[in-house]
């Protein structure tokens, strides 16, 4: 009587999929795919440059967890957030990727100033480049959370960009959106900031290949069990 040769599970066969394309990704997107600040014990070395206070709360973010708060103290300053010490280097795997965060008008203020989103990028010997693809009248004063995603790529930032990734020493997200006359100074929450990769081409598709193979393979099988 022949002996029958276990069957492969349909999960079985994911996970050894799933192990074979974390193989296969380089070494540095293994260690690290993204760079993500969800603030929800505190500000995770965050800082506030120009004229602005700069509190962690600790719910009610755009995830339900722990978010930042801005607040204008000058009317004639703008203000940012700038990247945690340390937190920079070599930043080529996320050249074509992203740079996205959740933003909510807490104020309720008229979003009147246009450079606020902008990105700037800084690199240790002095170079830098900037990016706004968000346009005025962002975040709107409806006391909802918004999401803005600013692409990584040299369309938005110009030529140049990959050697200023491949050195990153600072960062800094423009978060001034109203122009204050007098004391009416905007508050503004930040959460989720994240830099994000894209995914390697080729083991995209060998996932995408693995998942087909394994469900034509248990396809066949079930047609075979009935």
């Given amino acids: ?83 945690p010490a340390g937190a920079g280097g070599d930043w080529s795997r996320f050249v074509g990727g992203s740079f996205s965060f959740d933003a909510r008008n807490v104020s309720g203020h008229v979003p009147d100033w246009g450079a606020f989103g902008a990105v700037q990028i800084r690199t240790a010997g ?49 978060t001034e959106f109203h122009q204050t006359f007098g004391s009416d100074f905007e508050s503004l929450a930040i959460d989720n900031i994240r830099v994000s990769a894209v995914p390697e081409p080729a083991a995209t598709a060998l996932w995408g290949l693995g998942l087909f193979a394994l469900a034509a393979r248990w396809r066949r099988r079930r047609r075979t069990r009935c």
């Fill in 126 to 174: 002095g170079g830098s480049l900037t990016a706004d693809l968000i346009p005025l009248g962002q975040p709107p004063a409806d006391g909802q959370w918004h999401r803005y995603t600013i692409k990584l790529d040299e369309a938005s930032f110009g030529g140049g960009l990959r050697s200023v990734l491949a050195d990153v020493q600072g960062l800094s997200l423009m």
């Fill in 1 to 83: 009587m022949k002996k029958r040769r276990p069957t492969t599970t349909l999960a079985q066969g994911l996970l050894a999929l799933s192990s074979l394309w974390a193989c296969s990704l380089p070494a540095h997107a293994a260690v690290a795919i993204d760079e993500h600040w969800t603030f929800d014990d505190d500000a995770q070395g965050w800082t506030v440059a120009g004229s602005a206070a700069l509190a962690h709360q600790s719910d009610g973010g755009a995830g339900h967890g722990g978010y930042l708060l801005l607040t204008d103290t000058n009317g004639s300053d703008e203000f940012s957030l700038e990247l």
